[in-house]
Nanobody, 121 residues
Framework: QVQLVESGGGLVQAGGSLRLSCAASGSIFSINAQKWYRQAPGKQREWVAGIIDAGITNYADSVKGRFTISRDNAKNTVYLQMNSLKPEDTGVYYC???????????????WGRGTQVTVSS
C-alpha cells in the first residue's frame, strides 16, 4: 500500500554534511506529517525532526541549528539536510510518515527501513 525508502546515508568526517531523502510511494492521497528518527546500536530510537502539512518544522535540541527538514510534495519526498555533523550523530536514520490512503478513508503510520549515517572524528 505505502512504501518509504530512505537514501543518502554514508560515511562523512566530523564537520561535513549529508542530505538524506525519503521517498514515499503507493496509494497516497496526502501526507499529513513526516518525521526523521535515528537509532544507535543499543540505544532507543530518538526523534530528530518533523514537518507537518502546514509546513511547520521542529527539531530535537541536539540537532537544532545544524539540521534542516524539508519536503517536495510533488515527489512525496522529505529531506534531512545535515550540516556540521558530529560523531554523536552516527546511527541509522529512519523516516516516518502519516499517510492518508487514496484507496480507503484511512490514515496510516509508515516507516522506512533506515539508512546508515557514520560520522568519523
Amino acid at each position: 500500500q505505502v512504501q518509504l525508502v530512505e537514501s543518502g546515508g554514508g560515511l562523512v568526517q566530523a564537520g561535513g554534511s549529508l542530505r538524506l531523502s525519503c521517498a514515499a510511494s503507493g496509494s497516497i492521497f496526502s501526507i499529513n506529517a513526516q518525521k526523521w528518527y535515528r537509532q544507535a546500536p543499543g540505544k532507543q530510537r530518538e526523534w530528530v525532526a518533523g514537518i507537518i502539512d502546514a509546513g511547520i518544522t521542529n527539531y530535537a535540541d541536539s540537532v537544532k541549528g545544524r539540521f534542516t527538514i524539508s519536503r517536495d510534495n510533488a515527489k512525496n519526498t522529505v529531506y534531512l539536510q545535515m550540516n556540521s555533523l558530529k560523531p554523536e550523530d552516527t546511527g541509522v536514520y529512519y523516516c516516518n510518515a502519516i499517510v492518508r490512503l487514496s484507496t480507503i478513508p484511512h490514515w496510516g503510520d509508515y516507516w522506512g527501513r533506515g539508512t546508515q549515517v557514520t560520522v568519523s572524528s
